[in-house]
């Protein structure tokens, strides 16, 4: 099994530019989540997701789509890029619920 | 929501000696309480869990404690090693939202 992969792993984009950070896991784990980390403010949820074509905000939503059509797949749409998104995004998923986390490798990007 | 509030942010101990790393919530209704390890450069990883109605669990040199009156649970690891260095961030369920909440991490350093 290849767990949890996402890609791209670095990322600059200009202020405005739209992109999909893309997150695929082959463990057939039903919820699965996105993140942000800060420097000094841990891991925010941005969306999460229990199942295919069931997603909900979490704590940081705002500029950010996602959609769940497959169990593997559960792609982050930054809609029109500011400089204040420039963060680590990890995806996550689980076999049920929040519990036992199984991270990506994460994704760096700056937006300028 | 929940809130989860992490010290210290930095420690740094002498190798073979213990460290602790204390987190208190402040949703009562909170029942899931992990702790995840984040290498530098790497992914986040759960090393050790703990619900509810567990007052401590152990794994080899790593062990969690709760007390749920006092809405606190602390992260101790003895017998520190080198490669013990790293963020550690603790996190809990909220009872509501169903969701992780974490708290901002603690850069522990364990010197030779």
């Known amino acids: 099994n290849a767990g949890v992969t996402q890609t791209p792993k670095f990322q600059v984009l200009k202020t405005g530019q739209s992109m999909t950070l893309q997150c695929a896991q082959d463990?057939?784990?039903?919820?699965m989540s996105w993140y942000r980390q800060d420097p000094g403010m841990g891991l925010r949820l941005i969306h999460y997701?229990?199942?295919?074509?069931?997603?909900d905000q979490g704590e940081v939503p705002n500029g950010y789509n996602v959609s769940r059509s497959t169990t593997e797949d559960f792609p982050l749409r930054l809609l029109s890029a500011a400089p204040s998104q420039t963060s680590v995004y990890f995806c996550a998923s689980s076999y049920q619920g929040t519990e036992k986390l199984f991270f990506g490798s994460g994704t760096q990007l700056s937006v300028l | 929501g929940e809130n989860v509030e992490q010290h210290p942010s930095t420690l740094s101990v002498q190798e073979g000696d213990s460290a602790v790393i204390k987190c208190t919530y402040s949703?009562?209704?909170?029942?899931?309480f992990p702790w995840y390890k984040q290498e530098l450069g790497k992914r986040p990883q759960l090393i050790i869990d703990i619900r509810s109605n567990v007052g401590e669990k152990k794994d080899q040199r790593i062990a969690v404690t709760l007390n749920k009156t006092a809405k606190h649970f602390s992260l101790h690891i003895t017998e520190t090693q080198p490669e013990d260095s790293a963020v550690y961030f603790c996190a809990a369920l909220s009872g509501s939202a169903r969701q992780l909440t974490f708290g901002s991490g603690t850069q522990l350093t364990v010197l030779p």
């Open positions: 997701s229990v199942g295919a074509g069931i997603t």
């Open positions: 949703d009562s209704a909170s029942n899931y």
């Open positions: 463990m057939n784990h039903e919820y």
